[in-house]
């Protein structure tokens, strides 16, 4: 099996301003992306695929989990009257997911970050972008929505507090959301 490319997370602060207006108030948005899409129109979600699997070692090291843990993954689309807006990629380590008080790996259509900040009052803790080019991973699973070639794409990724649980959630922003603008 081939390492998957990791790309270089940095702060949020380091964003360049000549990232198009609308997509950097999505990156650096502190709210739930889920609360704002649903202000502006039909929201959803599509599930991909969930799995146990093992993380990147970058997810693993943010995440403060061994290498050899694996994880709940799950991988969504978010569409927003009926486009696809953003892809999102999470991990919820072992630990969380055997938490009776949380529920989290029968979510089925239900948005991981709605439940997260609504039922589950998480705080997000971290919060870094990246330009994904080609052969990220990110990119690679985002490729399937993109009606163009592009050349690179933008992410988040979050680590989210829940209790004494932490999850990570990246999430690459597709150019449909570029013309989208957050309330």
Not at 45 to 65: C, D, F, M, P, R
Not at 67 to 85: A, C, M
Not at 134 to 150: D, G, S, T, V, W
């Amino acid at each position: 099996m081939l390492t998957p490319i990791e790309p270089e997370w940095l702060p949020i602060q380091q964003m360049p301003a000549e990232i198009a207006g609308n997509l950097q108030l999505w990156i650096a948005m502190q709210t739930s992306l889920t609360e704002q899409l649903r202000k502006l129109g039909a929201f959803q979600v599509k599930v991909l695929q969930e799995y146990w699997g093992n993380a990147t070692t970058a997810e693993n090291h943010a995440l403060s989990i061994p290498d050899s843990e694996k994880s709940w993954q799950r991988d969504v689309v978010l569409l927003l009257n009926g486009v696809p807006v953003i892809v999102a990629h999470s991990l919820i380590p072992l630990s969380m997911v055997e938490d009776p008080t949380l529920e989290l790996k029968q979510l089925g259509t239900r948005s991981l970050g709605e439940i997260i900040f609504t039922e589950l009052h998480g705080a997000r803790e971290l919060l870094e972008y990246a330009n994904l080019t080609a052969e990220h991973y990110l990119f690679i699973l985002a490729k399937p929505f993109i009606e163009k070639q592009n050349k690179n794409l933008y992410a988040r990724r979050s680590i989210i507090k829940v209790k004494q649980h932490q999850l990570l959630i990246n999430e690459v922003f597709l150019p449909s959301i570029e013309v989208c603008k957050p309330c």
